[in-house]
């Protein structure tokens, strides 16, 4: 069974500009959500999808939404990038229900110059 | 707010020694819990979790991980660490697995 695939693994972008991110989640799992890993803020929850519609949404700024697919699929966009905005994120997805665990993605590695 | 606290921000073992890695809770409810393991670039591994029932709980690599709720921890431990166990670990806890709060990670480094 594949597990979850990000695409693409490193990113290069200027200020200012947009990035969009991909996740695929492992076949069956309906539930998919992202994560902002930096060195000074550690792991923070950015939102989660389940169906096509979001759930939870961390405390993060309007600047990052996320919409998912109806074969399960996200996509992550972060606009008017900033130098801050640098960082691994990371897609985990699940199966739906309360006792099941996340499976992580290797993570896109974004770097805004 | 949920939290999770990891006291100790880097550990040191020898190969073949024991590990214990801390990890405490605020959370009201009976928390479902983890453990994850990242290496150096890549993403997070899942090595076991509890949601209720045993408070011992047994992992992937030989971690086991035990409950209390007295203490509100869920430490990490193994017998005998291997060379290849060198990353870094993340205890997370959550009311639901999709959202996971987390705490700040313990680097673990071994010594030949």
Known sequence: ?113 | AQSVTQPDIHITVSEGASLELRCNYSYGATPYLFWYVQSPGQGLQLLLKYFSGDTLVQGIKGFEAEFKRSQSSFNLRKPSVHWSDAAEYFCAHSGSARQLTFGSGTQLTVLP
């Not at chain 1, 994560?35 to 961390?58: A, C, D, H, I, V």
């Not at chain 1, 109806?70 to 199966?95: I, K, P």
């Open chain 1, 1 to 113: 069974k594949a597990g979850v695939t990000q695409t693409p693994r490193y990113l290069i972008k200027t200020r200012g500009q947009q990035v969009t991110l991909s996740c695929s989640p492992i076949s069956g799992h309906r539930s998919v959500s992202w994560y902002q890993q930096t060195p000074g803020q550690g792991l923070q929850f950015l939102f989660e999808y389940f169906s096509e519609t979001q759930r939870n949404k961390g405390n993060f700024p309007g600047r990052f939404s996320g919409r998912q697919f109806s074969n399960s699929r996200s996509e992550m966009n972060v606009s008017t990038l900033e130098l801050g905005d640098s960082a691994l994120y990371l897609c985990a997805s699940s199966q739906p229900g309360g006792r099941t665990e996340a499976f992580f993605g290797q993570g896109t590695r974004l770097t805004v110059v």
